[in-house]
């Protein structure tokens, strides 16, 4: 069963590529809750602001945030529909090579 307007394979991977880091994980988290600005994740992980950045370029060019600007702030959030329509591509996928590896 097909999702509509169901990522490719190439998008999947890069959404799963960008997931595979804990920071960027526990960002996503964050994310979830509210949108934040570059500040309040920096200040959450205490990290150099440099590194939070390319943790959120990443996320950004995968789809998964965001972002807009509110004077000199940028702020982050979460595009909910890319996780959602990536693990269900990929669950799609799973179901399909379960059921042709039992013959279904």
């Known amino acids: 069963m097909a999702v509509e307007n169901s990522p490719d394979f190439e998008t999947t991977a890069a959404v799963f590529a960008a997931l595979s880091n804990p920071t960027r994980m526990e960002i996503v988290k964050m994310l979830d809750v509210r949108p934040r600005s570059v500040t309040e994740i920096v200040d959450f992980f205490m990290l150099a602001q440099s590194t939070i950045s390319r943790h959120l370029e990443v996320l950004r060019k995968a789809g998964i945030v965001s972002v807009s600007k509110d004077a000199q702030k940028r702020i982050y959030s979460l595009n909910p529909s890319i996780l959602r329509d990536t693990t269900l591509t990929w669950l799609n996928t799973l179901n399909s ?8």
């Open 97 to 104: 090579v379960r059921r042709k590896s039992r013959g279904e």
